[in-house]
């Protein structure tokens, strides 16, 4: 900000709704009449419906010591405006009121698409923008149609088009009331229009509406799913090169035809407004996505690691022997790990160092997880005991009630008791 306020001074004047004001000769000089015929200078602003009170003030200061408007006009600190400002073809340079009544209009027309739709300028209105800009406006009476629609660049026939659009009764009201009601409590607020285009099919009246349809209808409604980006630098496992590192035997390829023969696992972090961390370690199977073991705790830790792996490998038939494929994390280089691996038959497998894509399916997991339970969330208070017992059942929910597109519209268990496997 400039001494004594300065910056605050050419606020006033140059910026209004947003909008970068510019005022030509011919309205500060007609400010200046009509301060000379009496008018106060709130009157003034008011009739010009243009500027503020206190930049008609100081053009009339100006004016009276300079003696003239118009020489005060090159001293005064006003926008900077190209010769005598804006050309109008349509109107007579020499007709001052004429200009005066079409900016005044100009800036009726911001106003009412700030008020409107809150925006700042007329750049991609739609028609029915327009339209419903125009129609705050018709009621003073200050203005003709013609000129309304010239102002915003709309024929007549196609305003008259969409007021009768807007005046029809809304057909997918009913359907609005369902996708709310769903979005809100179904999908607690996280879940996108393929979950709720599949809910809709659920219920016990089901309704058929395209995926379009739902999208749209909650882009008007304003539904969005809560998410967060990271601020914070993301939690690393990275701790050098402890052990040597086995190859890469997935090259992200995340496909499996068999449960029990490809695992997934990684470390995530979560950071709670009380300061403190709670870190989530699982593991998934990439032949039907699910979480087939999983541990939390406040220390990223090789025991937190460890147990996650001693519970999944519970879990295992005779004969199955999957390969476990995870980053370059120093859980997984530590002769604990490694012992469990070799105990169990596991083959290991690992992602090249600092390449994220290559355990891709993984991630995309944690993603999904923070997206919907996590972002968007008060964990104001949250103790980490209880945000770990929140997280358990929000992963037993993702096993049990989730459907998946890649499973063709199954949740995980029932995607794996289709199959005649035990979940």
């Not at 125009?134 to 309304?148: N, Q």
């Amino acid at each position: 900000m400039a001494p004594n306020g300065t910056a605050d001074k050419k606020l006033d004047h140059q910026v209004r709704f947003g909008v970068r004001m510019t005022y030509s000769r011919a309205v500060v000089e007609r400010a200046g009449e009509l301060r000379r015929s009496g008018l106060s200078c709130r009157e003034i602003a008011r009739e010009l419906d243009g500027p503020s009170k206190s930049a008609v003030a100081r053009w009339t200061r100006a004016g009276a010591a300079g003696g003239t408007v118009g020489r005060a006009v090159a001293k005064m600190d006003l926008p900077k405006v190209v010769g005598d400002g804006p050309v109008y073809p349509d109107i007579d340079p020499d007709d001052k009121d004429a200009l005066i009544e079409h900016l005044v209009l100009e800036n009726a027309v911001l106003r009412a698409v700030n008020d409107v739709l809150k925006a700042a300028s007329l750049d991609g209105m739609s028609n029915r923008e327009k339209t419903l800009v125009i129609d705050r406006l018709r009621p003073c009476g200050k203005w003709s149609l013609r000129e309304l629609t010239s102002s915003l660049g709309i024929s007549k026939s196609s305003y008259e088009y969409q007021r009768r659009a807007i005046a029809r009764p809304d057909r997918l009201a009913p359907l609005r009331a369902l996708v709310r009601r769903i979005f809100t409590e179904d999908g607690e607020g996280a879940r996108g229009y393929r979950f709720v285009t599949a809910r809709l099919r659920e219920l016990d009246e089901p309704v058929r509406a395209s995926e379009k349809v739902v999208l749209r209808i909650m882009r008007e409604e304003g539904l969005v799913p809560r998410w967060m980006r990271r601020k914070r630098r993301p939690y690393s496992s990275y701790a050098g090169e402890p052990t040597p590192a086995p190859p890469n035997l997935v090259r992200r390829d995340f496909r499996s035809a068999l449960p029990n023969f490809l695992w997934l696992t990684d470390i995530t972090e979560f950071r709670l407004p009380s300061g403190r961390k709670v870190y989530l370690s699982a593991i998934r199977d990439c032949f039907d996505s699910s979480v087939v073991a999983w541990r939390a705790g406040e220390r990223p830790d090789a025991a937190l690691a460890n147990s996650t792996l001693e519970d999944a490998c519970a879990r295992l038939a005779p004969g199955e022997r999957p390969v476990i494929h995870s980053d370059r994390g120093g859980h997984y280089r530590w002769p604990g790990w490694i012992s469990i691996c070799e105990d169990n038959d596991l083959t290991r497998s690992m992602s090249a160092k600092g390449c994220s894509p290559d355990n891709a399916a993984m991630e995309g997991f944690f993603g999904l997880l923070k997206r919907e339970f996590w972002h968007g969330r008060d964990w104001s208070g949250w103790a980490p005991a209880r945000f770990i017992e929140e997280l358990g059942a929000w992963i037993g929910r993702y096993n049990t009630e989730r459907r998946s597109d890649t499973l063709g519209g199954r949740t995980p268990a029932e995607f794996r008791a289709a199959l005649g496997r035990a979940a």
